[in-house]
């Protein structure tokens, strides 16, 4: 199948600073990347739709000022954590369908801890 | 917001008994997924079904949809060991291209 790459796979950071999460689709073109984030023992819950050259959409409840969605290409889209604090730590994962409404393709996932 | 709940929330079973978990949304579904994911791993993509009252099967997997297309099932025969994992249904609505996870059935065989 199709091969959807994310980095990094796990990161810490401090409290207050930024960090960047990578989402690639290698050997496809994603014009849709979706943005999830899931707790220990929970569903994934879907943050935001990200869309190549135009702005993302984000699900109700999801800041989009803290969770900054850049796709600037057919390949790659970014989801920037700014300020992060200690409740962001989470298990970040993206994911990209080869094509509109079939399968998605997972990212391996970003386990982000906040200290 | 997501609506697409899941039962039950934890299964054990014996290897080689019968598992099913099932799917429920509470607006129609344009199609369903349903995704597996190892502790520790991503979903992986397990099958897509489009029509009311389709029936899929994947060796000892058989997976449905609802009529009304609101709700799914996946039942697996005989467990194994290797069964082990999250079980996600993720129903696409209408309107819009997002899928929307479900709960998840966290399944344990026990040898």
């Known amino acids: 199948g199709a091969v959807v790459s994310q980095h990094p796979s796990r990161v810490i950071c401090k409290s207050g600073t930024s960090v960047k999460i990578e989402c690639r689709s290698l050997d496809f073109q994603a014009t849709t990347m979706f943005w999830y984030r899931q707790f220990p023992k929970q569903s994934l819950m879907l943050m935001a739709t990200?869309?190549?050259?135009?702005?993302?959409?984000?699900e109700q409840g999801v800041e989009k000022d803290k969770f900054l969605i850049n796709h600037a290409s057919l390949t790659l889209s970014t989801l920037t954590v700014t300020s992060a604090h200690p409740e962001d730590s989470s298990f970040y994962i993206c994911?990209?369908?080869?094509?509109?409404?079939?399968?998605?393709?997972f990212g391996q996932g970003t386990r982000l801890t906040v200290v | 917001g997501q609506q697409v709940m899941q039962i039950p929330q934890y299964q054990h079973v014996q290897e080689g008994e019968d598992f099913t978990t099932y799917c429920n949304s509470s607006?129609?579904?344009?199609?369903i997924q349903w995704y597996k994911q190892r502790p520790g791993g991503h979903p992986v993509f397990l099958i897509q079904?489009?029509?009311?009252?389709e029936v899929k099967k994947q060796k000892r997997l058989t997976f449905q949809f609802g009529e009304a297309k609101k709700n799914s099932s996946l039942h697996i025969t005989a467990t194994q060991t290797t069964d082990v994992g999250t079980y996600f249904c993720a129903g696409l609505k209408n309107t819009g291209n997002q899928f929307y996870f479900g709960t998840g059935t966290s399944l344990t065989v026990i040898p």
């Open positions: 994911s990209a369908p080869h094509r509109m409404n079939t399968e998605a393709f």
């Open positions: 990200s869309n190549e050259g135009s702005k993302a959409t984000y």
């Open positions: 607006t129609t579904l344009s199609n």
């Open positions: 079904l489009v029509k009311s009252g």
